[in-house]
């Protein structure tokens, strides 16, 4: 008796094995399944894409259920992109749950590496902010992962709030593609005093490429006078600008601006941060 129940498992293992290696089979010989066929190896597509866009010129075809175009899907991206251009697979059915399946690269025309903002420029007063707060004034984006801003890292930081200087923040930031960036953004703390004047820019950081030319004046919005509340014009105060920036070297760098009125002994100042990357 055992000698036969050991018969009917081997057996019916057989049979199961049997069964799979016939569907793997049929998928594979031609006529036996669906089949995907691509005009295209290679798409180029922007970043703004539509799901119609990635279907482009790719059609199905099956023996038994004809035209299955419209039954392709896509899954996932690959989870690594260089210069724009990662991969996608694609998937199509039939009736009797057969499938095909193909995979071809997607270049984005327009894509960029993950970009760090700020909402404010990284210039504090004396014991007046922290790294929780520091939190707040940075910002992260993505073109194809859109806001990734609660995914930024705080890395090295000599940062001392209670002393007037000038430090560096390490931050970084990945998308779902492992495409990453890494910065290191000057901050400055300033002695606690009153100065008066107030510069906002457009801007508290900025991305140019290698070999931009940049204008320190064309990021000033207005200089504001905190004491009368209102902005000054142009022929009210005088403006000094001192600039690191080189635009023939990717890197970090600033413009240092200080604005003092023409009447009295107000100023202000600030730095604007300035990325240089291909």
Known sequence: MKLLKKILILTMALVIIAYILMRVLDNSIPGHGPVICAEKEEIRISCKYKEKDLLEGLTAYDAEDGDLSKNIFF??????????????EYTVFDSDGLYDSCIRKVTFTDYEAP??????????????????????????????????????????????????????????LANSFGDSVSLDLPVHILEKKDRGLYIDLLEPLVYVRVGDQIDPKSYIRHVYDQMAEKNLGKRDYTLETDSDV??????????????????????GETWLTVVVRK
């Open 75 to 88: 899954g996932d991206f690959s989870d690594s992109i260089q210069n724009g251009t990662t991969e996608l």
């Open 115 to 172: 970009k760090i903002t700020l909402t404010n420029p990284l210039v504090f007063l004396e014991e007046d902010f922290s790294d929780f707060i520091l939190l707040y004034y940075l910002k992260g984006s993505d073109m194809l992962d859109g806001d990734l801003s609660k995914h930024i890292m705080i890395g090295e930081s000599d940062v001392d709030y209670d002393t007037p200087g000038k430090y560096k923040l390490g931050v970084s």
């Open 246 to 267: 080189d635009t023939t070297a990717e890197g970090v760098y600033e413009i240092y601006y200080k604005a003092s009125a023409n009447t009295g002994d107000l100023y």
